[in-house]
């Protein structure tokens, strides 16, 4: 454990900096010293509450802003104006932190209470922030990049966001500065798996005509506007598995078309040579039931949204079947009997006994 | 980008059930089933002898023959081989999709099935174990001998963890077979052999008569373009392999390096 003295000498590191002029020397370490000393042997205060109690003490009687003093403090940890977190790094919900990101997207604030809201992005990946309209936050413009100080990750059903609040410094990048970020990054998340399993609403589908609604329609009937013709859309919603996790996965119609070969015109044409929109999906799902995908996209809730995909039955054996196999076995250090077929129904059964030499 | 302001997931789905991979000859010593509530509508699980418990399942294999064995509708039943031995695959009207895919195979043919088990007592007391499937695909040689690569890794891996990672039912197959299942790791490295001599493209001689006729499938799959990642010159390498070879890979005995061997073996012991 910490002497007084070293526990003096880092209180004295973390709040001298925040200190005002005219009362620094008042608490140099030695007067931090002194102070822990009375917490701990005079009042009996532990010594780990005495270094909260006393670092409160003296931010109190020195006047410093608390606030400021917390957000520079995880600033630390969090990034910096030089050295910036990146966004897939924001996934600690209450943290603050500093990040330069370009504004992807601005979207239509839904409350007056909301300044902007949008889409961050930088090489990592992007996020949604939110500015609020009370924190008096500058006009931020698409394309722009910005250095955000001091912003906070919030997080809801693990989907993380930034809030742009009072305290937050927002310094504007030219586009040709260094700091301005060129290509947006997207969190992506890799699958390998056989596909197992096609979820309704696949195939053909019909979305809804309202511009700004993309409900699938059934039996001619979007669930907020009401009867209408629906513009078709080709797209995959399935399930692959990897024998030890399942993810559902989201093909859209280009995705769709990359893997089964079908577009949405040969689609259209199928279902009405066949006088049956789901034609379409049964065609799609006899083409990919138990074939084995790799697929690689951002992940919207349950569904990986596949913007990557390949077929690639033989990935295990790209270095030869008998390297393959001999690095299995030796992995499990095999050693064992060799079988035959006809013995395989008089397996020897053990009890107990490690089977394979090495470990069990 | 609508999408990416939709926080709002549901999210009290229930999570689907893993399919687990599993040969055959496991599968078929697979009788005890149980469920893990009273609830009418719970999952059944087997308990795999190798000690995990299985309720969905991804096999796959050769359709060597369909059978219409309905008495008064069609109900299909198909066996499907694979290196350790027969899948018996039935679908009747309950299982639509399945039926309509299965009538599609033309033996013999890959498929991947993905389904559930279902045991059966017989009139004489045993028990046997066939598959309800839920979807059949139609597949190539390179994504059959991909699941039998699969299907080995994850049963040696059984073998060894199911103790710690499963103990429950790992304790309740011990129970119910008597062993513990260790012997399927003989089973995997049976199936990885097979493997390699399939990687030959010739005919398996001492194999499963119904394997006999994969041969024709063997050589039409490769050209058909999608599939065509592994890359021939491996076949090439495969071919080449002796039987020794094989057999030191797969610590047979009687395939020489017997001093390697048993040193190995003794030193563990």
């Not at chain 1, 949008?118 to 939110?130: P, Y």
């Not at chain 1, 030796?330 to 395989?344: H, M, R």
């Amino acid at each position: 454990m910490n002497s007084l003295r070293e526990d003096a000498r880092l209180l004295h590191e973390q709040v001298g900096p925040h200190l005002p002029e005219d009362c620094a020397d008042d608490y140099d370490v030695d007067a931090i010293e002194t102070l822990f000393d009375s917490y701990v042997n005079t009042y009996r205060v532990p010594r780990g509450a005495a270094f909260d109690s006393v670092r409160n003490h003296v931010l109190r009687e020195a006047g410093v802003d608390t606030d400021s003093f917390w957000a520079s403090v995880r600033d630390d940890d969090q990034g910096t104006a030089d050295d910036p977190l990146p966004l897939a790094e924001c996934i600690i919900d209450g943290a603050w932190v500093t990040v330069r990101a370009k504004i992807v997207e601005l979207w239509e604030p839904r409350t007056d209470s909301i300044h902007q809201v949008g889409l961050i992005g930088d090489e990592s990946g992007r996020m949604k922030f939110v500015a609020w309209s009370k924190s008096n936050p500058p006009v931020l413009e698409e394309g722009t990049t910005y250095t955000f100080k001091n912003v906070v990750v919030d997080e809801y059903d693990e989907n993380y966001s930034l809030k742009i609040n009072s305290r937050s410094e927002i310094v504007e990048h030219a586009g040709d500065s260094p700091e301005a970020v060129n290509t947006v990054g997207t969190k992506t998340t890799v699958y390998e798996g056989v596909f197992v399993a096609m979820q309704s609403q696949s195939g053909l589908i019909r979305r809804c005509t309202d511009p700004e609604c993309t409900r699938v329609i059934q039996q001619g009937e979007c669930s907020e506007h009401g009867e209408n013709e629906g513009k078709y859309d080709l797209r995959i919603k399935g399930v692959l598995d990897n024998g030890e996790s399942v993810q559902e996965c989201l093909f859209t119609a280009g995705m769709t078309e990359a893997v089964v070969g079908i577009n949405l015109e040969e689609a259209m044409q199928m279902a009405s040579d066949a006088l049956d929109i789901s034609v379409v999906e049964r065609r799609l799902t006899e083409q990919l039931i138990g074939h084995r995908f790799t697929v690689e996209g951002p992940l919207l809730g349950r569904y990986l949204l596949v913007d990557e995909v390949s077929e690639v039955p033989g990935r295990v054996f790209s270095q030869g079947y008998q390297t393959a196999v001999e690095g299995l076995l030796s992995e499990y250090d095999y050693d064992g009997p060799g079988l035959t077929v006809e013995n395989i129904d008089d397996l020897p059964q053990t009890y107990d006994v490690p089977v394979a030499a090495g470990k069990n | 980008m609508a999408a990416a302001d939709n926080t709002a997931q549901e999210t009290d789905v229930p999570s689907r059930e893993v399919a687990k991979r599993v040969f055959a000859a496991e599968l078929n010593r697979a009788t005890y089933t149980f469920k893990t509530s009273q609830d009418e509508r719970a999952p059944v699980y087997v308990a795999l002898p190798t000690g995990e418990r299985a309720n969905r399942i991804c096999i796959a294999g050769t359709v060597t023959e369909i059978e219409d064995v309905g008495e008064n509708a069609e109900y299909l039943r198909a066996r499907v081989v694979d290196p350790t031995g027969t899948f018996w695959v039935y679908a009747g009207e309950y299982q639509a999709d399945a039926l309509n895919q299965l009538r599609k195979v033309q033996p013999p043919e890959f498929v991947t099935i993905v389904g559930k088990s279902r045991t059966y007592k017989t009139d004489d007391g045993s028990v046997n174990v066939s598959v309800v499937p839920e979807d059949v695909g139609a597949v190539s040689i390179e994504t059959r001998n991909a699941w039998v690569y699969e299907t080995a890794a994850r049963t040696l891996e059984r073998v060894h963890t199911a103790r710690e990672t499963s103990p429950k039912v790992a304790t309740l197959a011990r129970e119910q077979y008597g062993h513990d299942g260790s012997s399927f790791a003989h089973v995997a490295a049976y199936a990885l052999q097979d493997l390699l001599e399939a990687g030959t493209h010739n005919p398996v001689e001492d194999a499963h008569e119904e394997r006999l006729s994969d041969t024709d499938s063997d050589i039409d799959t490769p050209t058909d373009g999608t599939t065509d990642d592994v890359d021939e010159s491996e076949d090439v390498e495969s071919k080449t392999l002796s039987q020794a070879e094989l057999g030191r890979q797969l610590g047979d005995p009687s395939a020489g390096n017997l001093e390697q061997r048993y040193a190995h073996d003794h030193s563990v012991e």
